[in-house]
């Protein structure tokens, strides 16, 4: 009678052992390639989304300020045609920007859903319980999920608006942003609609200028990824130690992020022989693809999804596009 028991409560143990062994196997997998990786994903503790909070708030870094102008001038374009019940947004961070989705979906006067999906708990609580404050009216359910892996959201009462906006995207190749958007396609019905935020090709000098701040803020936000793993791992990257470091490939079109080492060293993770770096040897932190309209059409295309709507600035540094799902 007492076995069950024990097994039930040996499975919350047993739950953080495998996710560690599957995080370990990963950080490995990254590091062993040429050049080093690390996923991105390990940015988002509670401190690296206040960070990236920042980042958006600063003066060199146009996406967020240029996106937020298109949605305030087409949020009305956007959800009209369908009526979205329920708004669903993939790496969601605080919602600074989706309050003026809310806004013009509530303004019909139906009860409005904002599911925001995101990897960070800590963070999507306190958007949970600002959002709940600000608009009592809003049915806020949070869900953590690691989008680059899987979209696990419940059902929801629809037609349903998915967002996924600041050119999150971008920070995925090809492969991985048609594997994303297949997910998302796969939990889309008629009537459903998918909101697209991308960032567009430009002057190298105002790209380069937004990964690299006058202030020092995205060099900090670049070394949280080892602050993070050595909070949830046991390492013991030293991130003093390593330099922040982001270029524009004109021929890849896209930005990338790396971290450069300050001199040959070694780091010890927990389960993982120790491994060295030279001096200067970096490691790939975020890539962030520049797309057109015509790459957006292919990668709609290529999953099934039609772009029926582009929304741009006047200078057209950036673009919202509307995307439906198509038989």
């Given at each position: 009678?007492?076995?069950?028991?024990?097994?039930?409560?040996?499975?919350?143990?047993?739950?953080?052992?495998?996710?560690?062994?599957e995080t370990l196997v990963?950080?490995?997998?990254?590091?062993?390639?040429?050049?080093?990786?690390?996923?991105?994903?390990?940015?988002?503790?509670?401190?690296?989304?206040?960070?990236?909070?920042?980042?958006?708030?600063?003066?060199?870094?146009?996406?967020?300020?240029?996106?937020?102008?298109?949605?305030?001038?087409?949020?009305?374009?956007?959800?009209?045609?369908?009526?979205?019940?329920?708004?669903?947004?993939?790496?969601?961070?605080?919602?600074?920007?989706?309050?003026?989705?809310?806004?013009?979906?509530?303004?019909?006067?139906?009860?409005?859903?904002?599911?925001?999906?995101?990897?960070?708990?800590?963070?999507?609580?306190?958007?949970?319980?600002?959002?709940?404050?600000?608009?009592?009216?809003?049915?806020?359910?949070?869900?953590?999920?690691?989008?680059?892996?899987?979209?696990?959201?419940?059902?929801?009462?629809?037609?349903?608006?998915?967002?996924?906006?600041?050119?999150?995207?971008?920070?995925?190749?090809?492969?991985?942003?048609?594997?994303?958007?297949?997910?998302?396609?796969?939990?889309?019905?008629?009537?459903?609609?998918?909101?697209?935020?991308?960032?567009?090709?430009?002057?190298?000098?105002?790209?380069?200028?937004?990964?690299?701040?006058?202030?020092?803020v995205t060099a900090e936000?670049?070394?949280?990824?080892?602050?993070?793993?050595n909070a949830s791992l046991?390492?013991?990257?030293?991130?003093?130690?390593?330099?922040?470091?982001?270029?524009?490939?004109?021929?890849?079109?896209?930005?990338?992020?790396?971290?450069?080492?300050?001199?040959?060293?070694?780091?010890?993770?927990?389960?993982?022989?120790?491994?060295?770096?030279?001096?200067?040897?970096?490691?790939?932190?975020?890539?962030?693809?520049?797309?057109?309209?015509?790459?957006?059409?292919?990668?709609?295309?290529?999953?099934?999804?039609?772009?029926?709507?582009?929304?741009?600035?006047?200078?057209?540094?950036?673009?919202?596009?509307?995307?439906?799902?198509?038989?």
């Amino acid at each position: 009678m007492t076995s069950e028991p024990a097994r039930t409560s040996a499975q919350p143990e047993r739950d953080t052992a495998r996710r560690r062994l599957e995080t370990l196997v990963e950080i490995r997998d990254s590091l062993a390639r040429s050049p080093r990786e690390l996923p991105s994903k390990f940015f988002y503790d509670e401190h690296g989304s206040r960070l990236f909070e920042q980042i958006t708030r600063l003066p060199e870094y146009y996406l967020t300020r240029v996106e937020r102008g298109i949605l305030e001038t087409h949020a009305l374009d956007i959800v009209t045609p369908n009526r979205p019940r329920t708004l669903i947004e993939l790496g969601a961070g605080s919602a600074a920007k989706t309050r003026i989705l809310i806004a013009a979906m509530q303004a019909s006067g139906a009860r409005v859903m904002y599911v925001p999906v995101d990897v960070s708990a800590e963070f999507l609580q306190h958007t949970r319980e600002a959002l709940e404050r600000e608009n009592p009216a809003l049915v806020v359910e949070p869900v953590v999920s690691d989008i680059s892996a899987s979209i696990d959201v419940p059902a929801m009462p629809g037609p349903v608006l998915f967002a996924f906006l600041g050119s999150t995207i971008g920070n995925f190749e090809w492969a991985g942003a048609l594997s994303l958007l297949r997910r998302v396609r796969a939990r889309m019905h008629p009537g459903d609609r998918f909101l697209l935020g991308t960032d567009l090709r430009k002057n190298r000098k105002i790209i380069e200028a937004a990964y690299n701040d006058s202030r020092g803020v995205t060099a900090e936000f670049n070394r949280n990824i080892l602050r993070v793993l050595n909070a949830s791992l046991g390492a013991d990257f030293d991130p003093g130690r390593f330099q922040h470091r982001a270029f524009y490939d004109a021929e890849l079109h896209r930005i990338e992020m790396r971290l450069r080492s300050i001199g040959a060293q070694q780091v010890r993770i927990p389960g993982l022989s120790p491994i060295s770096f030279d001096d200067g040897e970096e490691i790939r932190t975020e890539l962030s693809h520049k797309y057109d309209r015509g790459v957006v059409e292919q990668l709609a295309d290529s999953v099934r999804l039609s772009v029926t709507h582009w929304f741009t600035d006047p200078q057209s540094q950036f673009a919202v596009s509307v995307l439906e799902p198509r038989l």
